[in-house]
């Protein structure tokens, strides 16, 4: 089997795996598709934790993995799980590491408010970096086959940073995220494009209206 990555705008990733469809900080998501199994949600800033389009994907068997600030706006819910970095969890095969996300330089994102995550499943590991700088901890990453960094700046990395990310964690992939919407362009990712297929042997898929198969 193939997984499918898709890239809904800004940090928002749909992944197909193994039957199940896991989503990454949903956004702006207005039909109601009720095709989640997983959603995953890295931190409670309505760009990534948007209560409307998680009832929109929700099923009545939907798991929820996020933070605890997060978990806070789903009180109730049934299925959810928080996480903090370091946490392991495994459902229906698929195992899902929080790892640590956050801003070195800027106040938005405080150490431990926010996490990515890791998705192990069909023999693949992909890294959604959450609303984080260039830090430390990505050092400590290993064996990722795509990497989906944020290149908008003011929030996150930059251009600059997001590829000097590349370069730590030396992905097979990586997919350019959190642009295009509320920061970042076009032209930012085509610049990482330029500048990651310059100077690393990552190849780099800008997913704007297309989908991702590995």
């Not at 350019?176 to 920061?183: A, Q």
């Amino acid at each position: 089997m193939q997984m499918k990555i898709s890239w809904l705008g800004h940090a928002s990733i749909r992944i197909e795996t193994m039957g199940r469809v896991i989503y990454i900080d949903p956004y702006q998501i207005e039909d109601k598709r009720e095709d989640a199994d997983i959603i995953l949600i890295t931190h409670e800033h309505y760009d990534h934790c948007d209560i409307k389009s998680v009832k929109n994907i929700r099923k009545h068997d939907t798991t929820i993995l996020t933070t605890k600030n997060a978990g806070d706006k789903f009180s109730g819910t049934r299925n959810m799980g928080i996480m903090r970095p370091g946490d392991v969890t495994e459902i229906d095969g698929i195992r899902i590491i929080a790892t640590h996300s956050y801003n070195i330089n800027k106040k938005f994102h405080p150490k431990g408010s926010g996490i990515g995550f890791i998705i192990e499943s069909e023999g693949k590991r992909i890294y959604h970096a959450g609303d984080s700088d260039l830090i430390p901890e990505m050092e400590d990453l290993q064996d990722i086959d795509v990497a989906l960094l944020p290149i908008g700046g003011t929030y996150t990395m930059n251009v600059d940073d997001a590829v000097n990310a590349v370069k730590v964690i030396n992905p097979r992939i990586a997919v350019p995220i959190h642009y295009g919407s509320i920061v970042g362009s076009r032209s930012d990712a085509d610049k990482f494009l330029k500048r990651v297929t310059e100077e690393t042997e990552t190849r780099v898929e800008i997913l704007e209206n297309r989908d991702m198969e590995i």
